[in-house]
C-alpha cells in the first residue's frame, strides 16, 4: 500500500465529519489535509486505544523523534512520507505536529481539569492548531484567518466534549471542568456511573446546557472573525462548522443523553450539510 493509500484508507475508516468536507477540495490540498488528518488520528489512536500508559508514552515518544526525522529528510511512518511533501507549500511546520503530539500527552497524563482556561489550554494543543494547519491548507490571505480557525477549532472541539461526556467517562476522564461540575452541584462519580438514574438528574442537564451555550457562542465568535476575501477558500471549515453545529443541536434536542449513548449523524446527512454548505457559502 502507498503512502497516499494508507493515509486515504485511515481517514475514510475514521468515519469523521471532515471526510466529507475533503472531497469538496481540490486534488493536491486534499491529498494534503488527508495525510495531515491521519497523521491526527494515528497519534490520538495511541491514547485512544491504549491499555498501558507506559507503552502508550513510548509511542508518543516514537511519534516526536518520527516527526524530528521527517523534517530532517528520513520520513518512516506511512503518514509522514504522505504529509512532507506538501509541508513547504501549505506552511505545516514541525511545531504543529509535535503541539499535536503535547495535547494527546495530556491526554494520557491527565483525566481532569480544573477549570476552563485549563481546558482551553488542552483545546488549542488538540483542536486550534488543528484548525491552523488545515485554514493554511483550504487557502488564506489574511492573518485574521487564523484567529477564526483557532476559535472554529475551540467550538468543534467543545462539541466534541459535549458529544462524548459516556465515552470518556467509560475511560475514567471528565473533561469538563471540575469549577463546573461543582457550580452546578454535579458529581464525578454521577458521570462515571454513567445511566439513569445516576447520571441524569436537573443538575446535570443544567450542567450540560452551559456547555452547550458556550459552544454556540464560539461558534458564533468564530464565524465574526472569518473575513470576507477567505471565505470561499475557507468553506470545507465551515462544512465542517456546520455538521458540527448541526450535532450539537441534535444533542440539545434530544435532551443531553450523553451519558449512555454518542449522537450522531448519518454519513447521508453529513455529505447533504457539506453540499448545503457549498452551495450557499456559508
Known sequence: ????????????????????????????????????????????????????????????????????????????????????????????????????????????????????PGLARYCHLVAGVVG???????????????????????????????????????????YLPVSELQRFDVKASELLLRTAPHGYSERFTSLMQFQAERAHQTFDEAFALLPA???AAQKPGLMMANIYRTLLREIEADGFQVLHQRTSLTPLRKLWIAMRTHWQGR
Open 1 to 116: 500500500m502507498t503512502p497516499e493509500a494508507y493515509v486515504q484508507d485511515k481517514t475514510a475508516k475514521s468515519g469523521s465529519s471532515f471526510y466529507y468536507a475533503f472531497l469538496f477540495l481540490p486534488p493536491p490540498r486534499r491529498a494534503a489535509i488527508t495525510a495531515f488528518y491521519a497523521f491526527c488520528r494515528e497519534v490520538d489512536d495511541v491514547v485512544d486505544e491504549a491499555t498501558d500508559s507506559g507503552v502508550a508514552a513510548a509511542k508518543l515518544a516514537w511519534w516526536r523523534q518520527e516527526v524530528g526525522n521527517a523534517y530532517n529528510g528520513q520520513p518512516n511512518h506511512p503518514v509522514m512520507r504522505a504529509l512532507m511533501p506538501h509541508t513547504q507549500s501549505y506552511a505545516i511546520e514541525a511545531g504543529h505536529l509535535l503541539a499535536v503530539i503535547e495535547g494527546c500527552q495530556i491526554d494520557l497524563e491527565q483525566t481532569r481539569f480544573i477549570d476552563f
Open 132 to 174: 491552523e494547519v488545515a485554514a493554511n491548507i483550504f487557502g488564506r490571505t489574511d492573518e485574521e484567518t487564523v484567529r477564526y480557525a483557532h476559535r472554529l477549532g475551540l467550538a468543534m472541539q467543545l462539541t466534541n466534549i459535549i458529544r462524548d461526556v459516556g465515552d470518556d467517562a467509560r475511560r475514567g476522564r471528565i
Open 229 to 231: 476575501a477567505d471565505r
